[in-house]
């Protein structure tokens, strides 16, 4: 079975005098099985933002189904979609959303303080992932007091903290510096070879090139997809080149 299921997922935005509709997602199918860490990638517009907001229920679509870990969002009530949200999904966003009223230990703790885990339980989980991410001597230090490489990594963190079933990530590499991003990108690769599933939003050819499949969005659906199966990071990197220019030229389905 796999892990995420989406089934013809429809996304219309209509303003509000109720006209006007944007048909962001049209029909987007696709599946995700444990531990894959997949790309997705599209022109400005193609409606990455509205999906990830549909997978990670901020949002409802218009017709369609997502399906986590065999349950339909459908069958959740609104009032455990939260807690639903943040048992099964961490989120590392490009701008690291941390509080800059916590330390970044507290920031790691926060989604476990939410869902009211004791304090022994946070403090055996953290201290492996903050090892795995070279945070361990900054953690009483407060996110202004960081560089942008380590505030994504406490981000990675308070992701990871919670163990959830899969990591949505939007443009985790977009307010990092080339170092910051590769090293954010060898922790991605470290973390899904250790088992961790992830789906990554990105316009970084090399942030993609990295991950084991690409799905390209066009027009409100899924275009094309690649596999890495054995290609190295360079294969990829230009593979991903090819389809983004025939994507940006208008060309046909399948290239
Ligand atoms: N809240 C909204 N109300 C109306 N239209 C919207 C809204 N959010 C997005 N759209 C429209 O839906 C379409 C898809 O937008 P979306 O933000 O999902 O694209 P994107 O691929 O994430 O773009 P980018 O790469 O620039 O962030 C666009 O035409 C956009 O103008």
Redesign the pocket.
Known sequence: MALLEVKHLKKN?TNRFGGNQ?E?LIDVNFSIEEGEYVAIM?E????????LNLLASFDKPTAGDIILNGLSFRSIPERNLAAYRRENLGFVFQDFNLLDTLSLRDNIYLPLVLSGEKTEVMKRRIEPLVKLLRITDILDKFPYEVSGGQKQRAAIARALITEPKMILADEPTGALDSRASDQLLGLFEKVNTAGQTILMVT?STKAASHADRVLF?KDGAVYHELYRGSLSHEEMYRKISDTLTVLASGGKRDV
């Open positions: 935005y944007t962001a599209g400005s517009g193609s409606g990455k933002t509205t999906l316009h969005i």
